[in-house]
């Protein structure tokens, strides 16, 4: 595992310039120029950054509890993986015929299961090593919807297509100076919350990061069609499909080395893309290039087999899905042994349930925990070493990569999003930083919004 120091990782931003906006009228009978030293100052309680599926909780958390929120967000809808990354089943909110994950995040699972006419998994069924059997399937579209409204109802200020480029900490406040399609702001808040996924705020306002030097494959997910499986002769396909790996035309990693499953599946969940990083838009713009151009060569490929020749793409979505990037060295690292023997911490504030679940380039072999584990996750891990008024939630929590790898998904980062946001209020409410706020009052507060504590 890597450490890496602020002034490292900004290498990767890149020089900001705005230039003159020049808006014109349909006869261009006047032109309007937006200075690039012109910046609005905006003040907030809480400032959350990004929302993904993390961010989305935190910020409504936070707006319920009575405080002025805003939610900055590059993209141009809410819901992160679930929506963006397409990945519409976020993980298990159950353990051993037991709910264990609530809430806010909950709330909106359920609904927009509801609004679908969709079903819930029969969870008093046990699962045993079939943990998907417990997933929840979801309209991802409609999740964007409700997490939207949802967020607006709540008074949360959304602001879309804008990314943070500085945060200092200035007069016992954040200042995050903020960058976006004709927009250059400096938001001003009480506490900050960071739920970009890759610690990219944290990294900003100088907290080191950590790194390991190796990451999992991202996934963009799609839904192929026009073929028929029973028609199909699987022996033929898959030597066709080992001549055009061994000639360089096809990389078998891509698609865990298994053409029959691409098939079977229709594309659901099994691109793998080497090397995937959304920490920056150069890195983001390689990944997603990377994943698009693997699909349409396999596209290709499959086209030209007896029985595929109409194989069509029904749908994909707009970006890659990233596992692992960059994680925060907070005040305590959840370690993998702590995870797998769910140690129940003082300062526990939500629970997690997911086997350890490591991709690499030959696929991925879920670690499942035994019987009875239900692994917590305390308020320290969600706190930079030396921070003030700073908080996380999500992918980039303090973990070691193993941990790491079952605490990424959804429906536990609803609960560290939801439990962020809860400490955040009361710390700008008492005029704090989270970690001098009593763990029973953070709890409460959760428990008061159908959170579940440990």
Same mark, same amino acid.
């Given at each position: ?8 990782? =900004? ?8 230039g003159?906006?020049i ?10 120029k ?20 993390a ?19 590059? +993209?141009? *809808?809410? +819901? ?61 579209? =409609?999740?964007? =919807? ?8 709540? +008074?949360?200020?959304?602001?879309y ?49 950590l ?55 229709a +594309? ?48 994909? *979505? ?83 990569r193993?941990?790491n790898?079952?605490?990424r ?11 962020a ?13 989270p ?5 029973? *009052?953070i ?12």
């Amino acid at each position: 595992m890597t450490k890496i120091e602020r002034r490292t990782l =900004l290498k990767t931003l890149g020089g900001f310039t705005l230039g003159g906006i020049i808006p014109l009228t349909g006869n261009a009978v006047s032109t309007n120029k937006q200075s690039a030293n012109k910046i609005k100052t905006i003040n907030t309680d809480i400032l959350v950054v990004g929302g993904g599926t993390a961010g989305v909780i935190a910020a409504i958390q936070a707006a319920r509890a009575g405080c002025s929120t805003i939610l900055v967000e590059n +993209g141009s *809808q809410l +819901g992160g993986t679930t929506t963006t990354g397409g990945v519409s089943f976020p993980g298990l909110f159950h353990a051993w015929g037991k709910q264990i994950i609530r809430g806010i995040g909950w709330e909106l699972v359920t609904e927009t299961v509801k609004m679908d006419d969709a079903e819930l998994p029969d969870f008093s069924i046990p699962t045993g090593r079939q943990h998907y059997k417990h997933q929840v399937r979801l309209n991802g579209y =409609l999740y964007a =919807l409700l997490a939207e409204a949802k967020s607006l109802e709540a +008074g949360v200020n959304i602001r879309y297509y804008e990314t943070p480029v500085d945060a200092r900490f200035d007069g016992n406040k954040w200042q995050v100076a903020t960058m976006g399609k004709g927009t250059h702001t400096r938001i001003v808040c009480n506490q900050l919350i960071d739920c970009t996924g890759n610690a990219w705020v944290a990294a900003l306002a100088g907290f080191d990061v950590l790194r390991e030097k190796e990451t999992q494959p991202g996934s963009l997910m799609f839904k192929i069609g026009g073929y028929d499986l029973d028609s199909l002769d699987f022996k033929m396909i898959r030597e066709r499909y080992n001549e055009a790996v061994n000639k360089g035309r096809l990389v078998k990693e891509e698609f865990r080395n298994n053409i029959e499953g691409l098939l079977r599946s229709a +594309g659901d969940n099994i691109s793998h893309v080497a090397g995937a990083d959304s920490t920056t838009s150069e890195s983001g713009t390689i990944t997603n290039i990377n994943g698009r151009s693997s699909l349409l060569n396999t596209l290709r490929f499959l086209r030209e087999l007896p029985g595929c020749e109409k194989t069509r793409l029904i749908s994909m *979505q707009p970006e890659t899905g990233v596992r692992e990037t960059y994680r925060i060295d907070g005040e305590y690292q959840i370690s993998y042994d702590d995870y797998v023997t769910g140690k129940v911490f003082d300062d526990a504030v939500s629970y997690s349930f997911y086997p350890i679940d490591v991709h690499d380039k030959h696929g991925v072999v879920p670690k499942h925990l035994s019987e009875g584990i239900v692994p917590t996750i305390p308020l320290r891990a969600l706190i930079p070493k030396k921070s003030q008024n700073f908080l996380v939630a999500g992918r980039c929590v303090s973990s070691d990569r193993l941990a790491n790898s079952a605490l990424r998904v959804q429906a536990s980062c609803m609960g560290m999003g939801q439990a962020a946001g809860a400490a955040a209020a009361l710390a700008c409410n008492t005029k704090t930083t989270p970690l001098n706020i009593p763990i029973g *009052q953070i709890k409460s507060m959760i428990a008061d919004h159908g959170g579940i504590v440990p």
